[in-house]
C-alpha cells in the first residue's frame, strides 16, 4: 500500500498532494506541523477508503499565494478544491487547526461532504479553557507538550531538523501565525452558524492534550449538540500519531455505517 | 553634530529578588510590582532629567514607546513628548517611535504627532517603529502583517499629514472615508521621520529610497553593526542616485562619563549590566515572532541565537562599542574615533540606563555636558573639518 504523491494547480497555487487507498473518499486536513510523512494511521485508513492528504497552501511543498491572510480564505480553497476533484460523499478528518478549518469548510457547504470529523479541533471560542501559547514556547517545549508519552518526544528530539526540513518547519509556522494568531485560534463568530452543520459529526480527543486542553470539547458539545465526542486516555494533543490503533478503533467505529 | 538626549525611562525601582522567579520583565511579569507611588517618582524624576538635558546643551530630548514591561514604563511616548512640549522651548523633541502597527487607527497617530508639532511650532522629530516582538505577544496584533501594517499606516500618515483633506483612503488594513487632518502640522512638508532599527536591509532600502530620504538610526548594537548598517543606508542611497547627507545617519548608545576610566567602569557596571542583562532580555520566540522578521533573517538569527541571550559585561559591552564609558577624554576619544569611521550627523546619548539612580545620572549627564558635548556637537561642522586638515 502506498501513497502517490502529486502537484495540483487550483486558484493560483501549486499544492502538494498524497493520495492511496481505496473506497469512499476521505480527506485529511492536517495541523499546524503540515505533513511529515507517511504514519501508521495514514496506511490504516487507506485500507478502507480513498486518503487524500493535501498540503495546504502556505505550507510544507506547496505555494504560498498572495490570498492566503485566513482561514476562510483556505475554506475557500478547499471548496474549489473538492469541486476541481470532483470529490462528493466525502469524510473529512481535521486535525488541530486542520479540525477548525473542516468546520469552517462545512458551516458553508456540506453538498460534498458525507460525514466530519474532527481531532482536538481549534476553532471556537472555550469560555474557561486557555489553549497553550503555542507561539511563545521553544522548540523543545512545543514538542514535549505535543505529546503525552514523553518517548515519541525524546525521540523527534533526538534527531533534530536538516535545513531543508527547517526550512519548512519556518514556512508551516508563518502560515500558521497567519491563520491563527489573533484572535487566537478561533473565529468568535463561528459558533453563530455552526448549527447550519448538517451532516453526522465525531470529535476525538486526547485526555492529557496540552495545546487544547480536553475541557473545550464542553464548548463544542454546545454548540454542536449533535456530536459524538471520543476521549482518548493517555494520550497527547495528535491521538492518530501518539495512539494510531485507539484512534482508528474510535474513527472506524464512527464511520462505519455512515 | 545634533546630539540627543535618549531616555528609555525603566522601571529603575524594580523589585530585583521578587522578579528573578519569572525569566524577562517583558509581558508577563506582574504588574503587582509596578508601585504608582515610586512610578510617580521615578516619571517626574526622568522628566525632569530630560528637560536638565536642554539646560545643559542637547540639541533635543527623546522618549520611546515600550508596553507591558520594566525595561521602559513609556507605552505612550505622546504622553511624554506633551509633558516637555510645554517644559522646553529650545530642544527638538523626538518619539523614537511610534509604533505603527500596534494601533487600530493609525490616524490617531497622525493627529497626536501634529498636535505636538503645532504645540512646540515645530520641534517634533516623528519616529517611526514597527513595534518590538513581545508587542506582538502582548497586543495580538498579528506579526506577521507587521511590515504590511507599519508601511500602509506610515503611508496614510504621511498623506493625511501632506494631502488637502477630505479625501479617503482604502488600502489592506485601514480603511478611511473621510481623512481631513484637524491641526496640519507646523513643519513643511511635515515633521522629519526618523526610522530606529537594530538594522535591517528592508528598512533600509525603505527609508533610504529617494522618495522619503528618512534618518536612519542604527539603536544598541556593536560599533561593527553601526558601521555596516550605515554604510549600507549610504551604498543604498547612491545605488538609488543620490549622496546621503550626514544628517541622515545616527547612533543611539548608552553613555557614561566618570571622573576616570576606572571610577566610570565600577559606577556603571552594576546598573548597565542590570540594563543589558536583566531589562532588555526576553526569549527568542517573544522577541522574534512569525513574520516580524523575514525567514532569510531569522535563519541568520537562529544560528547567533546563543550568543543573542547570553549575558554582556560592561567590559564585553565597551569593547564592542555598545556602551560608552570612561573619564571625559576616553568617551571623547572614543566618539571622535568612531565618527571619523562613520559619519554619522546624528548622536543618541543614553545617560540613564536600567537603575542608574538619579545623582549618578545627573552627574553622568554633567560630565557629558561640560567635557564632551561641545567637541561632539563640533563633528562634522565646517570648523571641524578645518581643524582635521589642519
Not at chain 2, 554633567?366 to 563633528?379: G, H, M, N, S, T
Request: aromatic share 10%; hydrophobic share 40%.
Amino acid at each position: 500500500m502506498s501513497f502517490v504523491e502529486s502537484f495540483v494547480q487550483i486558484d493560483g497555487c501549486k499544492t502538494r498532494l498524497l493520495r492511496g487507498g481505496q473506497g469512499a473518499p476521505l480527506l485529511y486536513l492536517h495541523g499546524a506541523n503540515g505533513v511529515t510523512g507517511i504514519q501508521p494511521f495514514m496506511l490504516k485508513l487507506a485500507e478502507r477508503f480513498d486518503v487524500w492528504i493535501p498540503e495546504h497552501p502556505g505550507f510544507g511543498q506547496s505555494d504560498e499565494p498572495d490570498w492566503l491572510e485566513n482561514i476562510h480564505d483556505l475554506a475557500y480553497y478547499y471548496l474549489n478544491f473538492m469541486r476541481h476533484h470532483q470529490l462528493s460523499g466525502a469524510h473529512v478528518l481535521g486535525s488541530s487547526i486542520g479540525g477548525w478549518l473542516a468546520l469552517e469548510i462545512a458551516v458553508r457547504d456540506t453538498s460534498r461532504i458525507k460525514t466530519l470529523s474532527l481531532i482536538g479541533p481549534s476553532g471556537i471560542r472555550t469560555p474557561g479553557v486557555v489553549p497553550g501559547d503555542v507561539f511563545l514556547w521553544s522548540p523543545e517545549q512545543r514538542i514535549r507538550n505535543t505529546f503525552h508519552d514523553q518517548t515519541l518526544a525524546d525521540r523527534m528530539l533526538a534527531s533534530p531538523p536538516s535545513p531543508e526540513q527547517q526550512e519548512i518547519l519556518l514556512k508551516n509556522r508563518f502560515t500558521f501565525a497567519r491563520l491563527a494568531w489573533e484572535p487566537r485560534l478561533h473565529d468568535p463568530k463561528l459558533h453563530k452558524w455552526i448549527s447550519r452543520i448538517d451532516v453526522p459529526t465525531q470529535i476525538i480527543w486526547g485526555e492529557q492534550d496540552k495545546i487544547l486542553p480536553v475541557g473545550a470539547a464542553q464548548a463544542f458539545r454546545e454548540a454542536m449538540p449533535q456530536a459524538s465526542i471520543a476521549v482518548v486516555p493517555d494520550c497527547g494533543h495528535l491521538p492518530q500519531s501518539e495512539r494510531p490503533d485507539q484512534f482508528c478503533d474510535v474513527l472506524f467505529k464512527f464511520l462505519s455505517g455512515k | 553634530m545634533q546630539v540627543i538626549l535618549f531616555h528609555l525611562m525603566p522601571y529603575a525601582d524594580l523589585d530585583l529578588q521578587k522578579s528573578s522567579a519569572y525569566d524577562t520583565v517583558w509581558m508577563k511579569l506582574p504588574n503587582a510590582l509596578f508601585d504608582p507611588v515610586k512610578g510617580h517618582q521615578l516619571y517626574n524624576r526622568f522628566l525632569d532629567e530630560l528637560e536638565y538635558g536642554e539646560t545643559l546643551g542637547w540639541d533635543g530630548v527623546a522618549v520611546n514607546e515600550h508596553h507591558q514591561t520594566a525595561y521602559g514604563i513609556m507605552p505612550s511616548p505622546i504622553v511624554t513628548a506633551s509633558a516637555l512640549a510645554r517644559r522646553t522651548t529650545r530642544a527638538k523633541i523626538a518619539i523614537l517611535g511610534s509604533a505603527l502597527p500596534l494601533r487600530e487607527h493609525p490616524l490617531t497617530i497622525a493627529e497626536e504627532h501634529a498636535m505636538i508639532d503645532v504645540i512646540t511650532g515645530g520641534r517634533l522629530i516623528s519616529g517611526f517603529v514597527r513595534g518590538i516582538g513581545a508587542e506582538y505577544h502582548t497586543f495580538g496584533v498579528n506579526p506577521t502583517f507587521s511590515h504590511d501594517r507599519f508601511h500602509e499606516a506610515h503611508d496614510l500618515i504621511v498623506r493625511a499629514w501632506t494631502d488637502p483633506g477630505p479625501f479617503s483612503f482604502q488600502g489592506k488594513h485601514y480603511n478611511v472615508s473621510y481623512v481631513n487632518l484637524w491641526p496640519r502640522p507646523f513643519q513643511r512638508p511635515h515633521p522629519p521621520i526618523w526610522i530606529p532599527s537594530q538594522g535591517s536591509k528592508e528598512t533600509i532600502d525603505w527609508a533610504s529610497h529617494p522618495d522619503r530620504r528618512y534618518t536612519y538610526l542604527q539603536t544598541f548594537s556593536p560599533a561593527k553593526a553601526v558601521e555596516k548598517y550605515l554604510n549600507l543606508y549610504r551604498e543604498t542611497a547612491r545605488g538609488a542616485g543620490y549622496e546621503p547627507g550626514d544628517h541622515q545617519l545616527g547612533w543611539a548608545v548608552p553613555v557614561y562619563v566618570g571622573a576616570s576610566d576606572e571610577a566610570a567602569r565600577r559606577e556603571a557596571k552594576p546598573h548597565f549590566e542590570i540594563f543589558r542583562n536583566r531589562f532588555l532580555k526576553m526569549p527568542f520566540e517573544m522577541l522574534l515572532p512569525p513574520g516580524y522578521t523575514s525567514r532569510e533573517s531569522l535563519r541568520g538569527i537562529a544560528a547567533a541565537k546563543g550568543s543573542l541571550s547570553g549575558d554582556i559585561t560592561l567590559e564585553k559591552a565597551v569593547e564592542l562599542g555598545m556602551f560608552l564609558c570612561g573619564s571625559a577624554s576616553t568617551v571623547c576619544e572614543m566618539l571622535e574615533s568612531y565618527w571619523r569611521d562613520m559619519r554619522f550627523g546624528n548622536l543618541l546619548t543614553m545617560c540613564q540606563f536600567g537603575t542608574l539612580p538619579e545623582d549618578m545620572t545627573r552627574a553622568n549627564m554633567e560630565r557629558f555636558a561640560r567635557d564632551v558635548l561641545p567637541a561632539i556637537k563640533a563633528l562634522g561642522t565646517e570648523k571641524a573639518e578645518a581643524l582635521a586638515t589642519a
